[in-house]
């Protein structure tokens, strides 16, 4: 059964840094279609990522560009969000999301929500 764990998530002062991780496990695929979603408080879910990864590419939206990175660690199956000079209007609940395409299990294929981490920005 396919399992995804986050970790990470912090309180920190405007221009801090944090960094969420994003763990798939429970098949034979590798972490190359993640989507890293916002949830600010009081609000739903945003319906675009704040950050995304679909094969080698990475994508931001432009309220994080050049302050959000994707990484990968393909040795541990692990996706990273680097979360730097963070202001405010970041805080919220944030989500990956995993594609799974495992041509082993392929009924196991499609997305899976991590359970949410915290990042709170105090101005």
């Known amino acids: 059964q396919v399992h995804v764990e986050q970790s990470g998530g912090d309180t920190v002062q405007t221009g801090g840094s944090v960094r969420l991780s994003c763990e798939a496990s429970?098949?034979?695929?590798?972490?190359?279609?993640v989507g890293w979603y916002r949830q600010a408080p009081g609000k739903e879910r945003e319906r675009e990522p704040v950050?995304?990864?679909?094969?080698?590419?990475?994508t931001y939206a432009d309220s994080v560009k050049g302050r959000f990175t994707i990484s990968t660690d393909d040795t541990l199956g692990k996706v990273h969000l680097q979360m730097d000079n963070l202001k405010p209007e970041d805080t919220g609940a944030y989500y990956c999301n995993v594609y799974v395409n495992d041509v082993i299990r392929p009924w196991t294929n499609g997305e899976y929500w991590g359970q949410g981490t915290q990042v709170i920005v105090n101005s």
């Open positions: 429970g098949g034979f695929f590798r972490l190359d279609h």
């Open positions: 950050a995304q990864l679909r094969g080698s590419t990475t």
